[in-house]
Nanobody, 117 residues
């Protein structure tokens, strides 16, 4: 079992920055990919960025060039730096992790990011 707890969300003005963190606990040795998703009201959940245990990253088109995902394996924590935030970035941001070899997915409870214009 893996437990994910997000932090760092909040209210920020357009153009501002936030750094989200997701701390994993439990069977952390089984974690492979960690990722951030987001879901805005009335919209489907979408992938923001992901990072493998080896540090390979992937970014969704919506935040490419404005975000950086990083991972501290010693602390079992993944970070998402969001810069140049826009009102359309307003959403609940969820942390996700997959477990090997079961490929079971775990989700955090989410953290709200609100960007005012």
């Amino acid at each position: 079992q893996v437990r994910l707890v997000e932090s760092g969300g909040g209210l920020v003005h357009s153009g501002g920055s936030l750094r989200l963190a997701c701390a994993a606990s439990g069977s952390t040795r089984s974690i492979n990919v960690m990722a951030w998703y987001r879901q805005a009201p009335g919209k489907q959940r979408e992938l923001v960025a992901s990072i493998t245990s080896g540090g390979r990253t992937f970014y969704g088109d919506s935040v490419k060039g404005r975000s950086t995902i990083s991972r501290d394996n010693a602390k079992n924590t993944v970070y998402l730096q969001l810069d140049s935030l826009k009102p359309e970035d307003t959403a609940v941001y969820y942390c996700n992790a997959d477990e090997i070899p079961t490929m079971r997915l775990y989700w955090g409870q989410g953290t709200q990011v609100t960007v005012s214009s």
